[in-house]
């Protein structure tokens, strides 16, 4: 599943299995088995991007903030299965 294709995920009525999740253990879904590719989908989100325009005319980017102001939703990448429940844990082994 594509970042374009994340317009469908909140479409699909995909039910995921609540899961005990021991901490040292990867996340995988439990419809598809998927534990590589994973979406995270925020509402209301504002993204400030700050450009400087160089002396040929194209322009660089020189800062990327972002300030998400709705809810937060974890998916599969694969099969769009709501995987919100690991998302403490995806953010937790985020470096």
């Known amino acids: 599943m594509s970042y374009s294709d994340t317009t469908k995920v909140k479409k699909k009525k995909v039910r995921s299995k609540m899961v005990p999740f ?13 534990s590589t590719e994973f979406l995270e989908v925020s509402d209301g989100v504002i993204l400030t991007t700050r450009f400087v325009q160089n002396k ?7 800062l990327d903030d972002s300030q998400v102001l709705g809810q937060v939703k974890f998916y599969c990448g694969d099969c769009g299965a ?9 953010l937790e082994m985020l470096f």
Not at 22 to 34: A, F, G, H, V
Not at 56 to 62: A, M, N, T
Not at 82 to 90: G, I, N, S, V
């Open 22 to 34: 021991p901490s040292s253990q990867r996340i995988t879904c439990s419809e598809c088995n998927n």
């Open 56 to 62: 040929d005319g194209s322009f660089s980017q020189e």
């Open 82 to 90: 709501d995987l919100t429940q690991f998302h403490k844990r995806f």
